[in-house]
């Protein structure tokens, strides 16, 4: 059973941001799979990263492609919807229903665009608890998701410790790496810089900042593969053509690819989600509320976990993840962590991968029969 | 001695291009320092890289900086002007006073933009090549350069290896990876989405393509540093602030740092000259008119050979530049090899490395008192 659902939350009390600013009411756009058993223990909150959405594993409303997490979640596969309930809100901040700067200011009657509140990973969290709470949810049977939605678990880790019985940080971080907040930065100048941007007040504009917002696409991706994949997929192989061209069009496939991957990410994404998502995941210190000790901020977790990386992934590399592990381990908790060989680069979470898909597998069903 | 000068050159027969255009009169400005001995036998070609110019080890006309190799080249350094001729031109396609998109096209009377003829990184050796001959030198004594610069030398040693005495082809490759193609892409888009390009006829307009160069700084300046050299150098400093702010302003001193790096590069470099220098990067294959083989395009090549490379330099890694040690030793030249231990990524060559200006002042002193 797939349900698509939107719910209006905090409205009489705005949510507390990190900033000290408040909002309220805040609307939460979720996808739900099967079904939630009597004893409400079976749920799987779904955290999704920067550009992803509660479109976990259905038909995308705008692209009309699967689910991005299609191969794991559903009858029968790694997230089994035939045992799980799986829950996938769309973030605070985002573009797919949620309270985001596309979206309605009700105090203005007009778009928020900048006008909206900078918002932290904790906040997405909080925005993430009273859902949880609206679905009468006590104790969230395991929190999983891939690089930010990662930082969304070690979030809910921390901050909610009572409330998630195991979880799954994949391909993340307890922080931004300085590289890792230069290439968002990167990514927030070209939409700056495109005029269209309009200072985030294009909404009512026929133009819009695709082409900066393009431009990030294209360096995001670039980040998400790995030198080794982008060479054995596309190496020096010329598009559609035998010889070199001699021009400023496309003579490479990589060139070509990156492009096609610009073009069409604008049509789903909004420019000004791309902002304050990116600025959020650069904002994530897990310990910055427990003076910048990971011991601090996870000492009353209790949860089972199982940590996993990829071998070829620059963005949130296994030395990064190792640390999450490493401070589990030291708090005496139940932790696992596996590092999948794969040269798929941070992008792996999303791909064929045989032994992640067991993993996950192994450790949902194994962790379940003995609650 | 330092001496700025201009030749205009194949004035009679215009240069034959790679792409079957031809190109003539070609201006060229170089630099000179020192002073060529009598037997013609001192002279060294330093070859620039991507945004470098001719002002080696000089006050730049434009920023007022020193040169971008002044701590190598210069009395008593590694590359020693009381000793060497060093010769710099700035690269055909380049934008301090060679031929390129932003000089006048004879012609037409106006500047070339985008009617200048794209070029390979052959075409600009070809051209180096007229200089050569027009300063009368038979054999120079070394060609060196890093990154674009290196495969300016690989070219040499291919196309007129009875010309060059000996060669340091430094942090650099005999292509370009899909990586690399995809980062120069990147810029490319980032330059050509900024309205104010014009299709690259910005020349005379008030409005030039500033923001999309400085965004294709920004990310060159990403790739340029290592993920430990930025860390170590940036980390999640704050910008004269002790907490966030909350808003899009740089509120990281590495968004600070790129966001200048990108404002004042624009000063000093031509958004045209940008798109043409990558693409003859990305089109460059060593190979290319030797059926692909690396044997057969060095197969003439007589130089002593210094290859210099960077551990943690992941643009052109060292197993980059072993690839070119390795074809010259199957040739049974004499090549020595260097990697240098050091976080400063690609950019090592241009930073204070003592190993690395050891390795190059041994060289060169070694092999000058063997002529």
């Known amino acids: 059973m797939i349900e698509n659902k939107t719910v209006e939350l905090a409205k009489d009390q705005p949510l507390l941001l990190d900033s000290g600013k408040r909002l309220g009411p805040i609307i939460t756009a979720y996808t739900t799979y099967g079904q939630l058993n009597d004893e409400k223990s079976n749920a799987v909150l779904v955290c999704h990263a920067l550009t992803g959405d509660q479109y976990v594993a259905s038909k995308h409303p705008i692209t009309q492609k699967d689910g991005w997490w299609s191969n794991v979640v559903g009858p029968g596969k790694s997230i089994d919807t035939n045992k799980f309930f799986v829950v996938c809100p769309n973030v605070i901040g985002g573009c797919m229903g949620s309270s985001g700067p596309k979206e309605i200011n009700p105090v203005s ?158 049509d789903r994404f909004d420019a000004n989600s791309y902002l304050y998502i990116t600025r959020a995941m650069d904002y994530f210190d897990v310990t910055s509320q427990h003076g910048g000790s990971l011991i601090e901020a996870f000492k009353d977790t209790k949860s089972k976990i199982l940590c996993i990386s990829f071998t070829s992934d620059w963005l949130y590399p296994t030395s990064e993840n190792k640390k999450i592990v490493k401070v589990f381990n030291s708090l005496g908790l139940d932790v696992s962590f596996i590092e999948i060989e794969t040269d798929g680069g941070h992008d792996s979470f999303l791909l064929e991968e045989p032994k992640f898909f067991e993993a996950l597998k192994g450790f949902l069903n194994s962790t379940f029969d003995k609650i």
Chains 1, 2 share one sequence.
């Not at 997405?124 to 679905?135: C, E, G």
């Not at 922080?175 to 200072?199: F, K, V």
């Not at 695709?210 to 190496?235: C, E, P, W």
């Open 109 to 266: 009657g007009k778009e928020f665009g900048t006008d909206f509140p900078i918002i932290t990973i904790a906040d997405m969290v909080k925005a993430q608890k009273l859902l949880i709470d609206y679905l009468n949810i006590k104790k969230i049977f395991c929190v999983t998701g891939g690089s930010m939605g990662g930082m969304l678990v070690l979030e809910w880790l921390s901050k909610f410790p009572d409330m998630v019985h195991s979880a799954i940080p994949i391909a993340t971080a307890t922080n931004h790496s300085a590289q890792n907040i230069a290439l968002n930065e990167l990514a927030r100048q070209a939409i700056m810089a495109d005029p269209n941007w309009q200072t985030g007040k294009y909404y009512s504009s026929p133009d819009k900042p695709t082409k900066g917002l393009s431009v990030a696409r294209m360096a995001a991706h670039i980040s998400y593969l790995s030198k080794d994949a982008l060479q054995s997929k596309f190496g020096r192989n010329l598009q559609d053509r035998n010889e070199l061209e001699y021009s400023f069009d496309a003579d490479f496939q990589i060139e070509s690819y990156l492009r096609h991957q610009g073009f069409t990410f604008v």
